[in-house]
Every structure is written in C-alpha cells, then in structure tokens.
C-alpha cells in the first residue's frame, strides 16, 4: 500500500496535507478498502468552527457509513464539489481529488501530533 509520505494521518484514518495554515483533508487508501465503493459524501458547512476530533463530515459506501472526523481545529473554508458530484473520486484518488474538505488551521502545531507515513504504516500493521 502507498502511503505519501507529505501527509499527516489520524488513528481514524484521516489524512491532512498542510500548506502554511491551510489543510486539505481526506481518507487515506486504507480506508477506502475498507469502505469499498463510496457512494456518497455529506460534506460539512464552509464557515463551522471545528475542534480536532469533532466528527466533520460522513462518508457512505455499499457497505457502511463513516464519520470524517477534523484532524485539527480550525474553520472550514473549502469543501470539494467533486467528490459531491462523483463520491466514486474517494476510491480512485484518495489522495488526490478524493479530498474532502479544506480547512484554516487554527494552530499549525497541532498537526505535529498526528502520525508520519512511517508511525501510520505501523498503525496499520
């Protein structure tokens, strides 16, 4: 399995790229399979105010759904139409224009507590 090693991820298998004090969010690969084929994605509201670990957004697949939950605190700035319009980008780029949601960080050092590639590999071995 892939894991870009420019991202920070969450025990619940959130992603977060961060750019100065913007993050891009989504669901790793692993969760993905873990999901199987995604059927939808409810996005959260641009302009809500979230605390790390403050369930954001849902994602329903053939099999289940699951909570996204914010990586780190900060405001919702973005949301991906993309994946609104075709959930199935969730599977066939996660990392790419899977992503789900972009946020304004409120402490960019927060993000230093999430796990590296390396401590997130190990997570899921």
């Given at each position: 399995?892939?894991?870009?090693?420019?991202?920070?991820?969450?025990?619940s298998?959130?992603?977060?790229?961060?750019?100065?004090?913007?993050?891009?969010?989504?669901?790793s690969?692993?969760?993905?399979?873990?999901?199987?084929d995604?059927?939808?994605?409810?996005?959260?509201?641009?302009?809500?105010?979230?605390d790390?670990?403050?369930?954001?957004?849902?994602?329903?697949?053939?099999k289940?759904?699951?909570?996204?939950?914010a990586?780190?605190?900060?405001?919702?700035?973005?949301?991906n139409?993309?994946?609104?319009?075709?959930?199935?980008?969730?599977?066939?780029?996660?990392?790419?224009?899977?992503?789900?949601f972009?946020?304004?960080?409120?402490?960019?050092?927060?993000a230093?507590?999430?796990?590296?590639?390396?401590?997130?590999?190990?997570?899921?071995?």
């Open positions: 399995m892939n894991i870009p090693t420019d991202l920070r991820y969450c025990p298998h959130e992603w977060l790229r961060l750019d100065g004090d913007i993050a891009t969010v989504g669901i690969d692993h969760a993905q399979q873990e999901l199987t995604v059927v939808f994605v409810e996005l959260p509201a641009r302009g809500r105010t979230l790390a670990g403050d369930p954001t957004a849902v994602v329903e697949s053939v289940a759904a699951s909570d996204i939950y990586p780190v605190s900060g405001e919702i700035i973005e949301v139409p993309d994946v609104e319009a075709d959930p199935a980008l969730v599977n066939t780029d996660p990392y790419g224009k899977g992503w789900i972009r946020l304004r960080v409120k402490d960019v050092a927060e230093a507590t999430l796990m590296d590639a390396a401590a997130y590999q190990a997570h899921l071995s």
